[in-house]
């Protein structure tokens, strides 16, 4: 059989690309082959360093974007190496998997041996994050390289410092950890897909789809997309699935859960028991206002840059419109939860901005300066971007204040006991950070036992501790031997830690208020 006809392509950024005659032409599935493009490895590494300046401070930095990165995953995580921890009603329901509690327990265990205060065990799986985050760098740059190698630098470049990006680069999300395994799957895919990309594909699907069941619409869309013309691609893509799908089952089996039984207790409460509507419900353009509130006027720019570049990835557009679509119908909506659809956008806007740059590189008095200029200017604007709204200054200071207070409890030598006093748990950073060993009782205004009687309660209690962590307006209601240490905000409100000398002694008017019998009366 004789080979297909070669020809030498120029390439924008100055070198050449190799494409046969066989090969489809650019922005059409299938693409110039990896192996084809002349890109020399150090661009990509220092790229990949620039990410990892931008993430890895950011996982010591004790902001939370969410309660889920603690009570879903860290405390789990931290139940899996026979330690106490707080225990919500998510569990007790039955609708998480333990795949990523799993998956984090090595992290965890090396945390907390590296530093057992308790900051370890919350910094070490951040780290771990940060680091998984750069598969979207990674990918970002292979993408590009389908074109050409300018298209590399910037889809890379834009991956590595876009502030979205980077916020949620170390948070251990499922929504994060789910796109940093969806982007390379498809770029495994759709890049002339062969038997074992095909299986590595599948498999990442598969495991996404145990992190984050939500995306699988999106995801259904790229295989679609990428099975129809040759539906033979299917039968490698479905085989590495479900080698990653009896993984998963057996790390449920391993915890004593039947495997996959969280996904129909999830769909059971959420969809038949409207259980995520009672934390909001919002309506259906929510997200098409998070963009506008996000970007601000930027999203023109953005928009444009994403209409110029969806045709050297269509499949990343259907992706990112198919998530945003379904999560629209969901009743309860929040940012994060479409942050696959964020990832893909923005890989296609900087493809898109790369063929801007391309036509710039075309005069010659711009030649050396396109690549700088559109470099800076996605730096400047990201940079802009990442504290303009409300909602990202709140996300980048979210927890600070209860992480504070949570250290200055941790490093208390004399603490035997704390209660936390009309302050909701979920705005801390989690009980091995609050207090160690130490026993952990709470006191909350809708608990029937403490209900129109929470001063009386707190007293009779009060033997078997000797810290109370209170919101500032209830300060009146403790009991008078204890004073005042440190105060900081915890959500929207004021919280203050209050001591008394002495040690503890457990009591039966304290056993009712230990922190999961509290939760489970209140079904939180």
Not at 272 to 298: C, K, N, Q
Not at 363 to 383: H, I, K, M, Q, T
Not at 451 to 469: D, E, G, T, W, Y
Request: glycine residues 6%; positive net charge.
């Amino acid at each position: 059989m004789p080979l297909p006809e070669a020809s030498v392509l120029p390439d924008t950024a100055g070198g050449t690309v190799m494409r046969t005659s066989a090969d489809p032409s650019p922005g059409r599935a299938g693409r110039i082959s990896l192996a084809a493009t002349r890109i020399h490895p150090l661009t990509l590494i220092l790229l990949l360093a620039l990410a990892l300046a931008l993430r890895l401070p950011l996982a010591f930095w004790p902001n939370t974007i969410h309660p889920d990165e603690i009570f879903q995953y860290l405390e789990p995580a931290w139940r899996t190496l026979g330690h106490d921890g707080i225990v919500t009603w998510e569990w007790r329901y039955g609708i998480r998997g333990w795949f990523l509690p799993t998956l984090m327990a090595g992290p965890v265990a090396l945390g907390d041996w590296m530093a057992p205060d308790g900051s370890g065990a919350f910094v070490v799986p951040r780290l771990a994050a940060a680091l998984a985050s750069l598969s979207i760098v990674i990918s970002a740059w292979l993408f590009g390289a389908r074109v050409s190698r300018l298209h590399a630098i910037v889809a890379a470049f834009v991956a590595a410092i876009w502030f979205e990006i980077v916020m949620f680069a170390p948070h251990t999300l499922s929504e994060s950890l789910a796109t940093a395994l969806i982007v390379p799957a498809a770029l495994l895919l759709t890049d002339r897909p062969s038997r074992m990309r095909l299986l590595a594909g599948g498999a990442l699907l598969a495991f996404a789809f145990v992190c984050r069941f939500q995306y699988a619409p999106a995801t259904a869309v790229l295989v679609v997309g990428v099975c129809w013309r040759d539906w033979r691609n299917l039968i490698p893509t479905i085989a590495g699935g479900i080698i990653a799908l009896l993984l998963a089952a057996v790390i449920d089996l391993a915890h004593g859960a039947v495997p996959f039984g969280w996904l129909v207790a999830n769909i059971e409460q959420n969809l038949l028991h409207d259980r995520a509507a009672e934390f909001g419900v919002s309506p259906m353009i929510t997200y098409l206002s998070s963009f506008w509130i996000t970007w601000s006027v930027a999203i023109v720019l953005l928009i444009a840059a994403i209409w110029r570049g969806w045709r050297h990835a269509p499949l990343l557009l259907a992706m990112a419109l198919t998530d945003i679509l379904f999560h629209s119908l969901i009743a309860h909506k929040e940012y994060r939860f479409i942050f696959l659809s964020v990832v893909l956008l923005m890989i296609l806007a900087a493809l898109g901005s790369s063929d801007w740059v391309q036509s710039l590189r075309a005069r010659r008095a711009w030649r050396p300066w396109a690549l700088p200029a559109a470099a800076g200017g996605w730096a400047l604007l990201s940079v802009a971007l990442a504290g303009a709204s409300e909602p990202m200054r709140d996300h980048w200071m979210r927890g600070i204040g209860a992480a504070r207070l949570a250290a200055a409890l941790r490093g208390d030598p004399q603490l035997c006991g704390l209660a936390l006093y009309n302050v909701p748990f979920h705005l801390l950073p989690g009980r091995e950070r609050l207090t160690g060993p130490a026993p952990l009782y709470a006191v909350q205004p809708a608990d029937p036992l403490a209900k129109q009687r929470m001063p009386a309660a707190v007293r009779s209690a009060s033997p078997a501790f000797n810290r109370i962590l209170v919101r500032a307006d209830s300060v009146a209601e403790l009991p008078p031997d204890y004073s005042r240490r440190d105060c900081d905000a915890v959500g929207n409100a004021t919280a203050c830690i209050y001591a008394r000398a002495g040690t503890c002694d457990a009591t039966p008017a304290a056993v009712p208020f230990a922190m999961n019998d509290v939760l489970g009366r209140l079904n939180y």
